[in-house]
């Protein structure tokens, strides 16, 4: 798997605001710990829930600022800008991913302020 391909694609498809190809990016189990917002959300059902209600309705879009990946191919660090309809207009962010069979098994979200 080409990671940086897959994080490009994981990229746009948030910006797509397409929900169920979005999902199809991780581990049906997978978590995503954002301490940020103050919560972990646990499996598809949580994902969902966390993409919709700080991506969707805040018209969030995202660009790759810089992108590193483990040597083992198992890990990768993400920073990013966020635009968007939240009060900050646009910050930073950053994303510390786990992968596993070629999707996503653990996420660690966080803002950069």
Do not use: C
């Amino acid at each position: 798997m080409d990671i940086h391909t897959f994080i490009s694609d994981w990229i746009a498809t948030s910006n797509s605001f397409n929900t169920k190809k979005y999902l199809d990016f991780y581990l049906a189990d997978a978590v995503l710990d954002d301490p940020s917002v103050g919560s972990k959300f646990d499996g598809h059902v949580g994902i969902k829930n966390y993409f919709e209600s700080y991506f969707i309705e805040y018209n969030t879009h995202t660009e790759i600022v810089k992108l590193e990946i483990s040597e083992d191919q198992n890990n990768a660090y993400l920073e990013v800008e966020f635009s968007g309809s939240f009060s900050e207009g646009n910050i930073g962010g950053t994303f510390d991913i786990t992968l596993k069979d070629g999707k996503i098994a653990y996420i660690k979200a966080d803002l950069i302020l």
